[in-house]
T-cell receptor, first 111, second 113 residues
């Protein structure tokens, strides 16, 4: 079954520390993965797409097919990075691009 | 260009009441969907639509109805509210060419008492 797992509910770090938000997926096809971010009481926003291999707000994520992972990393956390982060997997189902989400990880960056 | 607009932002319902959550997008997106967001469970797909007149069920459709009479609007109806439907509801849309993922609305926080 297709599934996205984010094993950590909460990740708490100090400002300037490195951050790694874990995401593992289960999918038999060629995966297309995304990271979304939700700042306090705001709408979800797209942060990264694995296809584009871009860096947004200092965050990067590399798809590792061998480990079925798509971990989100940032070398130096900032307080404004505190938010809820969701990893998502795109499925093509009946002609529809469906996204399934992990449970999310709350990142708390302390001063 | 307002993106995806959801109304209301907050709602309290009594058990058994019905209501409609509104969602409208002005980006001419073909695809629209409704998710509910619950702590520890992430976002779960309720219903989705691939175009006007076409809808289908997601993971958790029970207790909800949808229709899509126009490209712009995709309302979600709660037929008889239950406390288990207390959640934050997000509407999302995307074009058929799924390059940038979904655009989300700001959410509706629903409490059923």
């Amino acid at each position: 079954a297709q599934r996205v797992t984010q094993p950590e509910k909460l990740l708490s770090v100090f400002k300037g520390a490195p951050v790694e938000l874990k995401c593992n997926y289960s999918y038999s096809g060629s995966p297309e993965l995304f990271w979304y971010v939700q700042y306090s009481r705001q709408r979800l926003q797209l942060l990264l797409r694995h296809i584009s291999r871009e860096s947004i707000k200092g965050f990067t994520a590399d798809l590792n097919k061998g480990e079925t992972s798509f971990h989100l990393k940032k070398p130096f956390a900032q307080e404004e990075d505190s938010a809820m982060y969701y990893c998502a997997l795109k499925l093509l189902s009946g002609g529809y691009n469906k996204l399934i989400f992990g449970a999310g990880t709350r990142l708390a960056v302390h001063p | 260009n307002a993106g995806v607009t959801q109304t209301p932002k907050f709602q309290v319902l009594k058990t058994g009441q019905s209501m409609t959550l509104q969602c409208a997008q002005d980006m001419n997106h073909e695809y629209m969907s409704w998710y509910r967001q619950d702590p520890g469970m992430g976002l779960r797909l309720i219903h989705y639509s691939v175009g006007a007149g076409i809808t289908d069920q997601g993971e958790v459709p029970n207790g909800y109805n949808v229709s899509r009479s126009t490209t712009e609007d995709f309302p979600l109806r709660l037929l008889s509210a239950a406390p288990s439907q207390t959640s934050v509801y997000f509407c999302a849309s995307s074009p058929r060419v799924f390059r940038d993922g979904y655009t989300f609305g700001s959410g509706t926080r629903l409490t059923v008492v």
